[in-house]
């Protein structure tokens, strides 16, 4: 069963690692499959050694690029990371906070969005 879904989550989904000579930087996982319109960033980390280089913008960027006619990217955090500032930079705008639940323990995760259409002003 783990492995069937392991694979499912493969096909639909993009995974990137950003590493060195020293080992594993950071990593991207976009839950999606290259064709969908609404893509959501599940996860992006960078090791605290290799944060402020551009690891998570080079991951970010990557990671949109491989999608096709993509309209917007979604992610969530817990509200108050301070990384909210970084996904601002990237253009990403705080939709809603939501209220949930992680292992028990209740949380509030901010949702935010990237709108990717381009619009074309001359039209």
């Known amino acids: 069963m783990l492995n069937e ?17 020293e080992g594993i930087m950071g990593y991207a996982f976009f839950k999606g499959a290259l064709s969908d319109k609404d ?6 980390y960078v090791h605290p050694n ?3 280089k551009g690891v998570g913008k080079h991951l970010l960027r990557t990671g949109l690029s491989r999608f096709k006619d993509t309209n917007s990217l979604s992610l969530t955090v817990y509200k108050g990371n301070p990384n909210i500032t970084f996904y601002e930079r990237e253009g990403f ?3 809603k906070e939501i209220e949930g639940a992680f292992y028990g323990h209740p949380v509030i995760f901010t949702l ?3 709108n990717l259409v381009k619009l074309d002003n001359n039209v």
Do not use: D, P, Y
């Open 93 to 95: 705008k705080v939709i």
């Open 50 to 52: 290799h944060q402020g």
């Open 5 to 21: 879904e392991m694979n499912n989550r493969f096909k639909t989904s993009l995974n990137l690692i950003a590493e060195n000579n």
């Open 112 to 114: 935010m969005k990237k």
């Open 39 to 44: 893509v959501f960033l599940e996860s992006l």
